[in-house]
């Protein structure tokens, strides 16, 4: 019975977090680590691999715990998000905390491991991930919040190989930036109405579903222009640029997806089409770097 409790315990804990969304950001720290590598000429370590996945983890983890225990009673009131754990009382406040503390401890240790600057800058990554969970109660722009937090994710991981910030990682990050704000204004849609009852802020809310619909299809188009910004690093071409392509397709169907009148199929453009695009583009980049 107890090894039951244990394993439910653990189910409860990882859809706190969400933890396959761990594939959004994931693929991209990869990334960060292959463009460090084209441009140094030194291939990482195992155990340089093995901490930045460490710091990865921790990092989001930390952060969407974080965000559950601090949104428990907005997420409580919210008809979409009641049956989350901690408003079910399947993960208590006290295991919640618990959780985010090891997950923040793993990544500060695993920033330490790799290089003096990983582990001094990770405080800087710490309160962009605090900010985000309370964003939403006095500005518009949680959802750029975010996209730092998950551009750090490649950033990081450069840093983390070459100890410094190129132009290259720099492209990608902001790239990042653009695709994860603009998916988060589309998930923001489904709680329009609610936000707008709890005065809390959004880029639907600020604009309207018409508007912010119009606000991320520029956001991706920003996002693809700076994808191609990366072909001029030795190593990347034709694979590459067909990543890209299949990338831009696949941001077009995501739009096709959404319509302000129409949102039953956003959980497919939100999940499916995001983790298709960020597993994509990292393997194409792969592919070309080991071509």
Not at 62 to 76: E, F, K, P, V, Y
Not at 113 to 134: D, G, H
Not at 136 to 147: P, S
Request: glycine share 8%; aromatic share 12%.
């Amino acid at each position: 019975m107890q090894q039951v409790s244990l394993a439910g315990k653990m189910v409860a804990l990882l859809d706190m977090i969400k933890f396959s969304h761990t594939i959004f950001a994931f693929p991209f720290a990869l990334m960060g680590m292959i463009l460090a590598a084209l441009t140094s000429g030194q291939g990482p370590t195992f155990g340089q691999i093995f901490w930045i996945c460490v710091a990865m983890v921790g990092a989001r983890s930390g952060a969407m715990g974080l965000n559950r225990i601090i949104d428990a009673r907005i997420d409580a009131a919210n008809p979409r998000t009641a049956d989350r754990p901690i408003p079910t009382g399947r993960v208590s406040m006290l295991e919640a905390w618990a959780f985010v503390l090891v997950a923040f401890a793993l990544m500060l240790l695993a920033a330490w491991m790799l290089n003096p600057l990983c582990f001094k800058l990770a405080p800087i990554a710490l309160f962009f991930l605090f900010l985000y969970s309370w964003c939403k109660r006095f500005t518009a722009l949680a959802h750029i919040v975010l996209g730092i937090c998950l551009a750090a994710a490649p950033i990081g991981a450069w840093i983390a190989l070459r100890g410094d910030v190129g132009w290259q990682v720099a492209a990608l990050g902001l790239a990042v930036l653009l695709w994860v704000a603009g998916f988060d204004i589309f998930y923001a849609l489904q709680d329009l109405e609610f936000d707008r009852q709890a005065g809390l802020h959004s880029i639907p809310v600020k604009l309207g579903p018409e508007k912010a619909i119009q606000l991320v299809r520029w956001l991706h188009i920003g996002m693809v222009i700076l994808l191609l910004t990366l072909l001029s690093v030795p190593g990347l071409g034709l694979i590459y640029f067909v990543g890209v392509l299949i990338v831009t397709g696949l941001l077009v169907y995501e739009h096709l997806l959404v319509r302000p009148d129409d949102l039953s199929r956003l959980d497919a453009a939100f999940f499916n089409m995001n983790g298709y695009i960020s597993v994509t583009i990292f393997l194409f980049t792969l592919t070309d770097a080991l071509v």
